[in-house]
């Protein structure tokens, strides 16, 4: 994975650099961070594809 750090804006994109196994897994992620008391806090969230089958209910 290559990820790229914008310190100004809090945000980082990560894209991978091998071949997806899964040919439906996400290439490239976008996210936001923040730093505060010694920790690293990170956010990315993924939209599930419309091709992928529905999840089944319990």
Same mark, same amino acid.
């Given at each position: 994975?290559?990820?790229?750090?914008?310190?100004?804006? *809090?945000?980082?994109?990560?894209?991978?650099?091998?071949?997806?196994?899964?040919? !439906?897994? $996400? @290439?490239?992620?976008?996210?936001?961070?923040?730093?505060? *008391?010694?920790?690293?806090?990170?956010?990315?969230?993924?939209?599930?594809?419309? !091709?992928? $089958? @529905?999840?089944?209910?319990?």
């Amino acid at each position: 994975m290559f990820v790229t750090v914008d310190p100004c804006d *809090a945000t980082f994109h990560g894209r991978l650099l091998e071949p997806r196994v899964e040919k !439906t897994a $996400p @290439a490239r992620f976008d996210g936001r961070f923040v730093v505060g *008391a010694g920790l690293v806090l990170t956010a990315v969230a993924v939209v599930r594809s419309r !091709t992928l $089958p @529905a999840v089944p209910e319990r």
